[in-house]
């Protein structure tokens, strides 16, 4: 069963844009992950955030967390190219056995 | 930089065949899982290993599907017979004991059953 849902399904920016995405979630978590996948390949850990964190960065990536809402947002600025890809949050459930439970994803195309 | 190895990339199969794929995970990485992943969607979860020990392979079609870890290294999934619903994307992943920690992913086998 997938707990995280992604909003939007898919977005399409310029180049140059800022990309923000959303993820809500069901129930208490350790923490949240954020995961990229280009076509057809693996996933790539970008972010992990605690659930006592509300903000993190990682280079052009910035991850929220409310906990009060059950929702998450990863915000890519100054988009590229190469940031064209899916794109998933994944939560580590307090009750879960060092397992992830996964959204749908947000397709993002970035047009040059 | 330590890789998850996957093969094959690709498999194309007919229907009631056999097919195996193979993974290692980063070396020293005591937690391997095999997830499912059909276009479009998430991945889910199929089996999880503990070192040689299956954790939990709740979602794991058992009439079909089979891993193991033998060695508690590198594993196998097969699926025997394959079945046209099998085709998507086999993926492996594994991390390190001793906390919640991100998850590092192979590149995945795509399988075709016609």
């Known amino acids: 069963s997938q707990q995280g849902e992604e909003d939007p399904q898919a977005l399409s920016i310029q180049e140059g844009e800022n990309a923000t995405m959303n993820c809500s979630y069901k129930?208490?978590?350790?923490?949240l992950q954020w995961y990229r996948q280009n076509s057809g390949r693996g996933l790539v850990h970008l972010i992990l955030?605690?659930?006592n964190e509300r903000e993190k960065h990682s280079g052009r990536l910035r991850v929220t967390l409310d906990t009060s809402k059950k929702s998450s947002s990863l915000l890519i600025t100054a988009s590229r190219a190469a940031d064209t890809a899916s794109y998933f949050c994944?939560?580590?459930?307090?009750?879960?056995?060092?397992?992830?439970?996964w959204g749908a994803g947000t397709k993002l195309i970035i047009k040059p | 930089e330590a890789e998850v190895a996957q093969s094959p990339r690709y498999k194309i199969t007919e229907k009631s065949q056999a097919v195996a794929f193979w993974c290692d995970p980063i070396?020293?990485?005591?937690?391997l899982y095999w997830y499912r992943q059909i276009l479009g969607q998430g991945p889910e979860l199929l089996v999880q290993?503990?070192?040689?020990?299956?954790?939990?392979d709740s979602q794991l079609p058992k009439d079909r599907f089979s891993a193991e870890r033998l060695k508690g290294v590198d594993s196998t999934l097969k699926i025997q017979p394959a079945e046209l619903g099998d085709s998507a994307m086999y993926l492996c992943?594994?991390?390190?004991?001793?906390?919640?920690?991100?998850?590092?992913f192979g590149p995945g086998t795509r399988l075709t059953v016609t």
């Open positions: 994944a939560t580590d459930a307090e009750d879960s056995n060092y397992q992830l439970i």
């Open positions: 070396s020293g990485h005591a937690t």
């Open positions: 290993f503990q070192d040689e020990s299956v954790v939990d």
């Open positions: 955030i605690r659930s």
């Open positions: 129930t208490s978590i350790n923490n």
């Open positions: 992943a594994s991390s390190s004991s001793g906390g919640r920690k991100e998850q590092y």
